[in-house]
Nanobody
Framework: VQLEEFGGGLVQAGGSLRLSCVAS???????MGWFRQAPGKQRELVAT???????SSDDSVKGRFTISRDNAGNTVFLQMNDLKPDDAGVYYC???????????????WGQGTQVTVSS
């Protein structure tokens, strides 16, 4: 499974960015989404979306970030509006899919894309 991310960058506080991630090599995929990690902090959930459209998201992004998937189901988007300095970090694309990873699980990760928000 490969996850290729696009769209990170530098933006001023209050600005917008759109992230996208394309999955390939999956046999069956259930959910896709985004996590982020700021320096010195643990990786945390931003938002995920299931095949049926059920969305889970962190309270800090509700009303500002929108997650969606394309009709084919192998691309996930994250529209980020009203960005704040606390939103900065490396954003990782995630999917839960077959086949298993080398470690035996079904959670796959992209390489990450940097989001920087200047105040």
């Amino acid at each position: 499974v490969q996850l290729e991310e696009f769209g990170g960058g530098l933006v001023q506080a209050g600005g917008s960015l759109r992230l996208s991630c394309v999955a390939s090599g999956t046999i069956a995929m259930s959910s896709m989404g985004w996590f982020r990690q700021a320096p010195g902090k643990q990786r945390e959930l931003v938002a995920t979306i299931s095949n049926s459209g059920v969305i889970s998201s962190d309270d800090s992004v509700k009303g500002r970030f929108t997650i969606s998937r394309d009709n084919a189901g192998n691309t996930v988007f994250l529209q980020m509006n009203d960005l704040k300095p606390d939103d900065a970090g490396v954003y990782y694309c995630y999917c839960n899919a077959r086949p298993r990873t080398l470690s035996g699980g079904y959670d796959h990760w992209g390489q990450g894309t940097q989001v920087t928000v200047s105040s």
